[in-house]
């Protein structure tokens, strides 16, 4: 470890959608700007994505643009619709709050978020969370991702793109705190690493998951973490 190097007690992995970010007011937005530049329709997104989801598959709004209307296009409508959307919108309840909460306290956190590259890096860049480290990785289960930090000293090893301050050199924390609204991220919670389960409605999984906090909202999650002092 090099002298700029620090042992700190913990690392919180926040996940991006549905609960730091609203996909619903993310879709209606993106379509309605795209409406008024001239550039898609937002029946055809809509048709698209209920095709995809009746079928259980993902929709990627950004291969579906590109296919069906072009790079051209998708290039002028993401660059277009970071600079108009109004970030407030499209942020869930608590999410501002929380991020705060942690930035105050100095508690190292980033956001580690799953599904398609171009995509989730667009509606990042929509919340306006161009400083807080994130990385998008291609599988909802965080507990997974988190155990390929641990090492054999027991402390987890937080990857260099999830730090947004280099002084801090490579950080190294005790344990690690998982914030999510699908079970499945916490399917299998290496040591020392803690759950709160974000209940958005969305994925009503397995409510007695261990070392697993289950909370309504951010605020709730909030309250608790002010009630533990
Ligand atoms: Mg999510």
């Not at 029946?43 to 072009?70: L, N, P, R």
Request: net charge negative; aromatic share 10%.
């Amino acid at each position: 470890m090099q002298a700029s190097d620090q042992l700190r007690s913990e690392y919180w992995v926040l996940d991006f959608d549905r609960t730091l970010f609203s996909i619903e007011k993310n879709i209606e937005q993106f379509c309605r700007i795209g409406e008024s530049l001239g550039l898609l329709s937002k029946k055809s997104i809509v048709q698209e994505q209920q095709h995809a989801e009746s079928q259980g598959a993902s929709f990627d709004v950004y291969e579906f643009i590109v296919q069906t209307y072009g790079l051209d296009v998708w290039d002028q409508l993401s660059t277009a619709y970071v600079k108009s959307v109004d970030a407030t919108c499209l942020l869930l309840p608590g999410a501002t709050e929380l991020l705060d909460y942690l930035a105050v306290r100095s508690i190292q956190h980033g956001i580690v978020t799953f599904g398609s590259k171009h995509w989730q890096q667009l509606k990042l860049d929509a919340a306006g969370f161009e400083n807080i480290p994130s990385i998008i990785v291609d599988t909802p289960d965080k507990a997974s991702i988190v155990k390929t930090w641990l090492d054999e000293n027991g402390t987890y090893t937080i990857p260099d793109e999830l730090v947004d301050d280099p002084k801090i050199g490579t950080l190294a924390v005790r344990s690690v705190v998982i914030v999510d609204d699908k079970s499945r991220a916490f399917s299998s919670l290496p040591p020392r690493t803690k759950g709160y389960w974000v209940q958005t409605g969305h994925d009503t999984g397995d409510k007695t998951l261990p070392f697993t906090t289950t909370v309504q909202d951010l605020y709730q999650l909030i309250r608790s973490l002010v009630e533990q002092g």
